[in-house]
T-cell receptor, first 112, second 109 residues
Framework: AQSVTQLGSHVSVSEGALVLLRCNYS??????LFWYVQYPNQGLQLLLK??????LVKGINGFEAEFKKSETSFHLTKPSAHMSDAAEYFC??????????FGTGTSLTVIP | EAQVTQNPRYLITVTGKKLTVTCSQN?????MSWYRQDPGLGLRQIYY???????DKGDVPEGYKVSRKEKRNFPLILESPSPNQTSLYFC????????FGNGTRLTVT
């Protein structure tokens, strides 16, 4: 069985500061890992994904995440926050590709 | 334009009155799925379909039905809605990545 834990339901950063959103997973099989972003009144959009290969994954809008198997983590980072990054972020895991398990989400606030 | 279309966007209904939320995709994806999003719980998978006539339960299937008679359509059916099914619902197609619709906000009174 798979599960996802996102630490911190709300994160606030100043504009220009580092963004770090934490995600830990459990999976009985090699995982596929994802970060999605949700803007108000919209569906979720893929930010980045890890399937195989390079453990540092780059996504859209300057975000990246690193798969660390030893720590069962897939934290999302961005060097410099922008006002437009304010949104809700979801980490997700899929082991078999049939079912997806999402974390409870982290709401990111960017302070001007 | 490639998209997943859900209808309606907003729905208010009463307990026990059957309803259907439609979902259609124009990307020829074989895989489709339904989720509900609740505050503090994130998204939870209700049902998924690997292909036409092949559906399976996700984590929270109780009170829901689905059908997949055509590749492009995957409706979600609530035969007797209850207030605990008040939620934001998302349809998605494809595996990697999931392509989401814009959601249906359902209120059951």
């Amino acid at each position: 069985a798979q599960s996802v834990t996102q630490l911190g339901s709300h994160v606030s950063v100043s504009e220009g500061a580092l963004v770090l959103l934490r995600c830990n997973y459990s999976s009985s099989v090699p995982p596929y890992l994802f970060w999605y972003v949700q803007y108000p009144n919209q569906g979720l959009q893929l930010l980045l994904k890890y399937t195989t290969g390079a453990t540092l994954v780059k996504g859209i809008n300057g975000f990246e995440a690193e798969f660390k198997k030893s720590e069962t983590s897939f934290h999302l980072t961005k060097p410099s926050a922008h006002m437009s990054d304010a949104a809700e972020y979801f980490c997700a895991v899929s082991g078999t590709g049939n079912q997806f398990y999402f974390g409870t989400g982290t709401s990111l606030t960017v302070i001007p | 334009e490639a998209q997943v279309t859900q209808n309606p966007r907003y729905l208010i209904t009463v307990t026990g009155k059957k309803l259907t939320v439609t979902c259609s995709q124009n990307m020829n994806h074989e895989y489709m799925s339904w989720y509900r999003q609740d505050p503090g719980l994130g998204l939870r998978q209700i049902y998924y379909s690997m292909n036409v006539e092949v559906t399976d339960k996700g984590d929270v299937p109780e009170g829901y039905k689905v059908s997949r008679k055509e590749k492009r359509n995957f409706p979600l059916i609530l035969e007797s809605p209850s207030p605990n099914q008040t939620s934001l619902y998302f349809c998605a197609s494809s595996f990697f990545p999931l392509h989401f619709g814009n959601g249906t906000r359902l209120t059951v009174t």
